[in-house]
């Protein structure tokens, strides 16, 4: 199994109906400076513990720059045993160029 990709306003659609994890890649300052509502910041040093409260099923969206670097964060979490996961095409500059009011500051 692979990871899917899905857009920003796919992922916009999810976040109204579905228990979604969004998780969020960049650096630490860039993830303070602004992030979609709801996300969680997620690197080396959390992983572990970010694969042990998630469940197998639920859905994960994996969110970076420009959608890049997600994909490889989301191929290591199906490898990992995770069935719905996601790499959010464009990255967080696009969902902040589509949706500046959706982002927590």
């Known amino acids: 199994m692979a990871f899917k990709h899905i857009s920003i306003a796919q992922t916009l659609e999810l976040l109204d109906k579905e228990d979604v994890v969004i998780a969020d890649i960049r650096d630490p300052n860039s993830y303070?400076?602004?992030h979609i509502p709801g996300s969680e910041a997620l690197s080396n040093a959390n992983i572990?513990?970010?694969?042990?409260?998630?469940?197998?099923?639920?859905?994960i969206i994996i969110v970076c720059y420009h959608g890049m670097s997600s994909q490889g964060a989301a191929s290591y979490l199906v490898e990992q045993g995770f069935e719905d996961v996601y790499s959010m095409d464009g990255g967080f500059t696009a969902w902040e160029a589509a949706y500046s009011e959706k982002v927590e500051r």
């Open 32 to 34: 303070q400076a602004g």
């Open 48 to 59: 572990a513990h970010f694969m042990m409260e998630k469940e197998f099923d639920q859905p």
